[in-house]
């Protein structure tokens, strides 16, 4: 099971909108509603942020949104804080009855 | 508040085993699935297994069958992960990680223990 890809980095400037995408398969991304998203600071445990594709947990700022395109789900963090500054994976169940997760994304917050 | 905690870190030499554990606490222990990723240096986390809490029923990721072993212990609340044959690519922070019933999300993390693989 090949890892899910995302962008190596993302960065913005604070107040701005910025999108992390996640490609995967229709073995994967594209055909389940399992679609999560960890946020991980260094040294630190992963937190989820999203959950089945567009939905945030009780505690995560309404500034984290999730969707999905066919095999592609994004990540949207808008009005950008320095607190943001971190580390982002998706991951996926998948039609094998595994999860896989994406490559990383390290967004930082110029 | 949901609690996993993870046994401290083990540097071991190639070849050898190590045991991991990790013991919940605050919620409900039989009705959470635990699952076990491990994130080598610069890299993502990687799905290795999941324990079904309830019936000690086990998932293993294709690359661990045969060299990793998950068990639970309903009386300590602890789940526990063997894995044996070491070598340096198994040099990593390993998580648990409790799953909600319903959505294969990871609610819940353990603080992850380190694992150092060097003769």
């Known amino acids: 099971q090949s890892a899910l890809t995302q962008p190596a980095s993302v960065s913005g400037s604070p107040g701005q909108s910025i999108t992390i995408s996640c490609t995967g398969t229709s073995s994967d991304v594209g055909r389940y509603d399992y679609v999560s998203w960890y946020q991980q600071h260094p040294g630190k445990a992963p937190k989820l942020m999203i959950y089945?594709?567009?939905h945030r947990p009780s505690g995560v700022s309404s500034r984290f949104s999730g969707s999905r395109s066919g095999n592609t789900a994004s990540l949207t963090i808008s009005g950008l804080q320095a607190e943001d500054e971190a580390d982002y994976y998706c991951?996926?169940?998948?039609?094998?009855?595994?999860?896989?997760f994406g490559t990383g994304t390290k967004v930082s917050v110029l | 508040q949901v609690q996993l905690v993870q046994s401290g870190a083990e540097v071991k030499k190639p070849g050898a085993s190590v045991r991991l554990s990790c013991q919940a606490s605050e919620y409900s222990f039989k009705t959470h699935h635990i699952h076990w990723m491990r994130q080598a240096p610069g890299l993502g986390p990687e799905w290795m297994g999941i324990?079904?809490?309830?019936?000690?029923?086990?998932e293993y990721a294709p690359k661990f069958r045969g060299r990793v072993t998950m068990t639970r212990d309903t009386s300590t609340t602890t789940v526990t992960m063997d894995m044996s044959s070491l070598t340096s690519e198994d040099e990593a922070v390993y998580y648990c990680a409790r799953e909600m019933p319903g959505s294969y999300r990871f609610d819940s993390w353990g603080q992850g223990t380190r694992v150092i693989v060097s003769s």
């Open positions: 324990i079904f809490v309830g019936d000690a029923g086990i």
């Open positions: 089945d594709v567009t």
């Open positions: 991951t996926s169940y998948t039609v094998t009855s595994t999860f896989v």
